[in-house]
Each structure stands twice: as C-alpha cells, then as structure tokens.
C-alpha cells in the first residue's frame, strides 16, 4: 500500500495577472493575488512578474499571508547555450528559490520557441537528429545536477510551441535524461500536444516531481488546429481553463499520483483573460475541484495497473 497521500494545492498567478499577455490582467496588484488566493484555501504559489526578487522580500511578501513559495518558472536556452552559461545565467534565480524553500524550478526550454510569438504551432521547433537529442540530453542532466546540488530539482515542462511538446517528445527526453531531471506533468499541455493525459502520467509517473493542474477546452483546441493559431492566440480565445471546468480527468490523475506515492505540490495554472474567467471565481472553482478529489476516499479500481497497461 503506499504512504498517505501528503500533496499541498498551490497556484500560479497568472489566474489573476498574465506574464506572456501582460495586457491580462495587469493592473491587478499582487496583493489581490496573494490574499484572494489565501482566501480559497491555496497554501502557495508560483511565482509571478509581480513577485520581488530578493529572498529576503520575497520571503517578508509570501509571510504575510501565510503562503508557501513553490516553484517559478526559469527560461532555459540548453538548446543554444552550453551547461557554464546555463549555470551562470540560473545563479540569481536558483538562489531566489532555495533561500525560500522551493524544491523545484520550473525549467521551460525558450531557445527557439515559438510560444510567444505569433506564428502557428505547427512551426515549432524540434531537433532533427539523434545526436540533437543526445547533446540536449546531456546537458539538460548536467545542469539538473548543478540546481540538485542547492536542493532544488529541475522539473522539465513539456511546452506547445517549443522543442519538447509532444508525448513522443516527452518519452524521447525522458529516455536519454539522467535521473536527476524531474518531469513538470502539465495535463493541459499535453492534453493540447494530442497526448492523453493518464495514459502519458501512468508511463512518466516515477519522474514526476512537479504538477500543473490545467483543463482544456476541446472545441478551443479544435479551432486551434484547424485555424493554425499561435499559443498566444490559443490562450486568449480560451484554451485553458481551471480543473473541473473542461474536458480533463483530473480523478484518473489524482488517483495515479496517490497511487504511486506522489508528495509534491498540484498547482493549478489556467492561462485566461479575468475579464472573460473572473480570478477568484475559477481559482476557487478549481481549488474546489482538487480538493474534492485528494479527500474523497481512494477507488477500489487499480487505477496504476490500468494506466501501466493503457501506456504499454
């Protein structure tokens, strides 16, 4: 049997204020946020372009309303740099993390990427070759050791729009990574790259160290195929949405991460316009539905047998 099932609800604030559109939401004060989000019963979020970055007043910032840092977002370029300008570029920000007790960075791979940019998805970027994928490979897990030896573990976040966004892709690293690279699980990321999000948690559950809760819009998703759009125009028109407000199984991936031990943060992120998605709403809603979830008593259904033989 495994252990209790120890997992904290934590949120990004891009609920409230967005950091790739930052006409979303931007004259929302981090205060809002922060005590909203303590308001609903979050015990910590991500960070935000809102957020100091000094340890010391970020530390003063998230005591205030009794809230955890739990991660933040880091943009690496491993793709184009070497592993001593990756660790010299990471200094400041790994350090943010460490001073206040984060246990994982959000590393999302922007050499390349197309994420930001308003061209098709279709024109991402992707590495060619064997050796391409070797090469990413090996640095990624060399500098994976570096941000492990501040007791911070880098949690890989599969991205549309970027060189690691397919399930294949997602299998692909994780067969040539060292051990010390976590998975960043982002079930509506992969619900958008065509994966299915149980079946692809039930394969990679044993490297996840880190979990976005989103839920997706499937005739979003659709017209996002079908219309060429770029992830940004994808977002504003509402691909994403809060857990329990979509098309995702939010009870198959909570029942795979209690029954593989899962003790890391969930944190629900959903990219949307407030003016469309009020913040407080769709935060509470979501924090609801997890909640819901991680307390109801565990099925009797083997969940991890199925979802090994569903990923075999």
């Not at 303590?38 to 340890?55: C, D, H, M, T, V």
């Not at 599969?158 to 010390?180: C, E, F, N």
């Not at 969930?266 to 009020?278: C, G, H, I, M, T």
Request: proline fraction near 5%; hydrophobic fraction near 40%; charge should be negative.
């Amino acid at each position: 049997m495994p252990d209790a099932f120890s997992v904290k609800i934590g949120i990004n604030p891009i609920s409230w204020t967005n950091d790739d559109l930052p006409w979303l939401g931007g004259e929302t004060p981090l205060e809002v946020a922060l005590s909203e989000g303590k308001a609903i019963g979050y015990e910590g979020f991500e960070l935000g372009n809102k957020f100091p970055r000094e340890s010391a007043a970020l530390k003063r910032v998230l005591a205030k309303h009794g809230l955890e840092l739990v991660s933040g977002w880091y943009s690496g370029r491993l793709a184009r740099r070497s592993v001593q300008e990756e660790i010299a570029a990471v200094g400041a920000h790994l350090k943010l993390l460490a001073d206040n007790g984060a246990k994982v960075m959000v590393y999302g791979e922007v050499a390349d990427s197309i994420q930001g940019s308003p061209v098709p998805l279709h024109e991402r970027p992707r590495f060619r070759s064997d050796e391409q994928w070797r090469t990413y490979a090996d640095k990624l897990s060399a500098f994976a050791k570096h941000t492990l030896g501040s007791g911070v573990r880098l949690a890989y976040h599969h991205h549309m729009g970027a060189y690691v966004q397919s399930p294949a892709d997602v299998d692909r690293l994780m067969s040539l990574a060292g051990d010390d690279v976590g998975l960043l699980f982002d079930s509506g990321h992969m619900a958008f790259a065509g994966g299915d999000p149980a079946a692809m948690l039930a394969k990679h559950v044993q490297r996840v160290c880190h979990v976005h809760c989103k839920d997706v819009r499937p005739a979003v998703l659709a017209q996002a195929r079908n219309g060429g759009w770029s992830f940004l125009e994808a977002v504003v028109n509402g691909a994403f949405t809060v857990p329990g407000d979509g098309a995702v199984d939010f009870d198959a991936l909570i029942g795979l991460l209690r029954d593989h031990g899962y003790k890391g943060w969930l944190v629900v992120e959903a990219e949307q316009d407030p003016a469309v998605a009020p913040s407080y709403a769709y935060a509470e809603k979501g924090f609801a539905h997890l909640r819901g979830l991680i307390d109801a008593p565990p099925r009797s259904t083997p969940r991890a047998d199925a979802g090994r033989r569903a990923a075999a």
